[in-house]
């Protein structure tokens, strides 16, 4: 698989909900966050400013537009962002797939839907924190597909056929790789993070060799030649635009690879780690440890706790 289709694989998204809302004249909603959750919507109808804690600028939404909140921020959406915004816990009715909801003017000028996602694993933090806390998607050759698929899912969920709720949950899933896909395509070659990794032709490159045999003893060499650049050039380069060498992001690949067999499967570690290429359960160990926190044992009990029983972290490096 390529590196999109493996990080999505291990996250396990589940749509949990698909819905949307209308409005008309002057409205403001504040929407809390909702951790372990990725937001995918797109605008049907209308336009609307949007603006996402902990991210400067404000960006205006169009017909045709989406957007994708990987971490679960909280965000607002408004005809005016000067407006007060009302939280909107208070004003939805409880969560029902396919629901719609009417604010303001009775005639509605502006329509959203989409779909929200649950995802699986103590490991999904460190998976989600590869992708940038929003992704806007406009003016993409994607917007059609992004389109249809939005308006096909509302259109099952409301229809109420057989099939229908397989077939919205198929749907979700297409509509978060297509936004996804669409801001690949939009990435600017400037930019930083896994994304932008993924948008350069090189570095995508390396990438997909370092995911299609994770447990190789890969050298800076070996992956600057799968580049195209020289050892020192694709160095420099991945650290600029990953913040952490190649062989940091290849260690912590194996190791979120190494939680969802712990979590999956009932392989034994050392089985798992000579898998991931590890030559001792002890250099496995001192390396999961450095980045999660905990021993592989211990996180393979964690996981069968309720979240509050967790005792693994995520560390950084």
Not at 249 to 274: F, G, K, N, V
Request: glycine share 8%.
């Amino acid at each position: 698989m390529d590196p999109l289709s493996d990080l999505l694989s291990l996250l396990r998204p589940l749509a949990t909900l698909s819905s949307g809302f209308k409005a008309g004249g002057d409205w403001a909603i504040r929407f809390a966050e909702q951790r372990g959750q990725i937001k995918c919507y797109a605008i049907l109808s209308g336009e609307c400013w949007m603006a996402v804690d902990g991210i400067d600028a404000p960006v205006h939404l169009a017909y045709g537009d989406a957007f994708v909140l990987p971490q679960g921020r909280p965000f607002r959406l408004a005809s005016d962002l000067s407006l007060p915004s009302t939280e909107a816990a208070t004003i939805f009715p409880p969560a029902r797939a396919g629901g719609t909801v009417v604010l303001g003017a009775k005639e509605a000028t502006f329509a959203l839907a989409g779909a929200r996602f649950a995802v699986e694993g103590s490991h999904a933090t460190l998976l989600l924190g590869l992708l940038p806390a929003v992704v806007y998607v406009g003016g993409s050759a994607e917007q059609a597909a992004l389109r249809w698929a939005v308006e096909r899912m509302m259109r099952e969920l409301h229809d109420g056929l057989p099939g229908g709720h397989l077939m919205a949950q198929n749907l979700a899933h297409m509509l978060l790789i297509q936004a996804l896909r669409a801001a690949l395509n939009a990435v600017g070659m400037q930019q930083t993070g896994w994304l932008a990794a993924l948008s350069d032709p090189r570095l995508r490159r390396a990438l997909e060799a370092l995911h299609a045999d994770p447990a190789r003893r890969w050298t800076l060499q070996q992956l600057g030649s799968q580049a195209g650049m020289s050892r020192t050039v694709f160095a420099t380069r991945f650290r600029r635009v990953m913040s952490e060498t190649p062989m940091q992001y290849l260690t912590r690949w194996r190791m979120l690879l190494a939680c969802d067999r712990l979590q999956h499967t009932a392989e034994p570690i050392s089985l798992i780690a000579a898998a991931l290429g590890y030559e001792s359960n002890s250099a496995f160990s001192t390396a999961f440890k450095r980045v999660l926190g905990c021993s592989p044992q211990q996180y393979k009990t964690d996981v069968g706790k309720p979240a509050a029983g967790h005792d693994c972290g995520i560390n950084a490096t």
